[in-house]
């Protein structure tokens, strides 16, 4: 049991390091690509502290960004991901409302992704998505990914600042 929570929560925290390097790029192209090692090690971190419904959305995450990075995410893929990131994700739910806080962090983040060019407010985005992951974390035993989640938000919310202030000046 222990070393499982070890070996989880080692691939949660390379997940939070790709995301702290996502916000702090310049082009939607760059903050995705980085993105991707976001699911990739949150699939992972799911498989290992058994969040089947975590699982199943960092699945569809990890295809929404690499779609996302390579420019072919079409309003038809985002329908469908978001299908079956619903759909799916609520079959496989096993942790209750804490199992609705991904696919709501993950259905949200996904329409942005799709919706918008602009970094500053995928970043806003990405802090809700976070502070649901966090609930989901915490819940699960992820805790570095759970820290990781608020730091990335105080990351994220600097940057926010940071770029505000470079369009004003």
């Known amino acids: 049991m222990l070393n499982t929570l070890i070996i989880g929560n080692i691939f949660s925290l390379l997940s939070a390091i790709c ?3 996502s916000v702090i790029k310049k082009s939607k192209k760059d903050f995705m690509y980085w993105q991707i090692g976001d699911p990739l090690f949150g699939i992972a971190t799911c498989i290992v502290l058994s969040a089947y419904a975590a699982l199943v959305i ?5 295809i929404r960004n690499i779609l996302s990075y390579k420019n072919k995410l079409t309003k038809n893929i985002t329908y469908i991901l978001l299908i079956i990131n619903v759909a799916i994700g609520l079959y496989v739910n096993n942790l209750g409302g804490i199992g609705l806080m991904v696919i709501l962090a993950s259905a949200g983040y996904t329409v942005c992704i799709y919706l918008t060019k602009n970094e500053q407010q ?3 985005a990405l802090v809700v998505n976070q502070l649901l992951w ?3 974390n915490f819940y699960v035993q992820a805790y570095p990914s759970a820290v990781a989640c608020i730091v990335l938000c105080i990351w994220t919310f600097i940057q926010i ?3 505000h202030r470079q369009f004003i000046s």
Do not use: E, G
């Not at 960092?58 to 990890?62: F, Q, R």
């Open 134 to 136: 966090f609930i989901h």
């Open 19 to 21: 995301l702290a390097v």
């Open 161 to 163: 600042y940071k770029n």
């Open 122 to 124: 995928m970043r806003w």
């Open 58 to 62: 960092s699945v569809v995450c990890l």
